[in-house]
């Protein structure tokens, strides 16, 4: 496996963390489930960037904006491999 293939992998896997976060964010599970908990450990050092980045009243716009610039960074890698 070549290093942009494996970049390319990571970011779509934390991605996906991404968007079950905010599914799970929906559902509202226990609080103390260990998988939104992994989530959440994982997930918030990007989220929490942003949102200190771009802060808006009543809306976390922060996993859309997390989640387009992981796509734009995945078609950057893939352009610049090939």
């Not at 009543?58 to 995945?74: K, N, R």
């Amino acid at each position: 496996m070549t290093i942009q293939r494996l970049l390319v992998a990571v970011l779509q896997v934390y991605s996906w963390l991404i968007i079950a976060r905010v599914i799970m964010s929906w559902v509202t599970p226990r609080p103390r489930n260990e998988i939104l908990l992994m989530i959440i450990r994982v997930t918030e050092p990007v989220l929490g960037f942003l949102r200190a980045l771009v802060p808006l009243r009543g809306i976390d716009l922060s996993p859309i904006l997390a989640w387009l610039l992981i796509q734009l960074l995945m078609r950057l890698i893939v352009q610049v491999g090939s």
